[in-house]
C-alpha cells in the first residue's frame, strides 16, 4: 500500500519562497503520476502542479512560472519549490498520487501554506 505524506508548509511574507515535500513510500512501482493540489477556505481543491512517470508536468495558470514541481526517485520524494508568493496562495496543499493498480489514487493528510506579512 502506498502511504504519502507531506511536509515543508509554514508562514511566510509576500514574495517569499517555501519547499515543500511528499514523501511516498510502498509499492510505488505502479505510480503513473504525482501532483500537488491545494486548498483554501471555503474553496474547492485545485490543482497546482502534476507530474508525470513520462516526465511532463502540468501547472495552473495562476502558479507558472513561479512553482517547480520536481522528483528525487533515490528517495521517492516529490518537491514543490514555490517563489514570488503571493496571498492567494494560501491553503492547505495536499500530494496526490495516481496509481494503474487499486485502490488507483493515494492523498497525503496536506500541509499548511500561509501566504502574510
Known amino acids: 500500500q502506498v502511504q504519502v505524506v507531506e511536509s515543508g508548509g509554514g508562514l511566510v511574507q509576500p514574495g517569499g519562497s517555501l519547499r515543500l515535500s511528499c514523501a511516498v513510500s510502498?509499492?510505488?512501482?505502479?505510480?503513473?503520476?504525482m501532483g500537488w493540489y491545494r486548498q483554501a477556505p471555503g474553496k474547492g481543491r485545485k490543482l497546482v502542479a502534476l507530474?508525470?512517470?513520462?516526465?511532463?508536468?502540468v501547472y495552473a495558470d495562476t502558479v507558472k512560472g513561479r512553482f517547480t514541481i520536481s522528483n528525487d526517485n533515490a528517495k521517492n520524494t516529490l518537491y514543490l519549490q514555490m517563489n514570488n508568493l503571493k496571498r492567494e496562495d494560501t491553503a492547505v496543499y495536499y500530494c496526490n498520487v495516481q496509481s494503474s493498480t487499486a485502490p488507483y489514487e493515494k492523498w497525503g493528510p496536506g500541509t499548511q501554506v500561509t501566504v502574510s506579512s
Open positions: 507530474s508525470t512517470q513520462g516526465g511532463g508536468t
Open positions: 510502498g509499492s510505488t512501482l505502479s505510480i503513473i503520476s
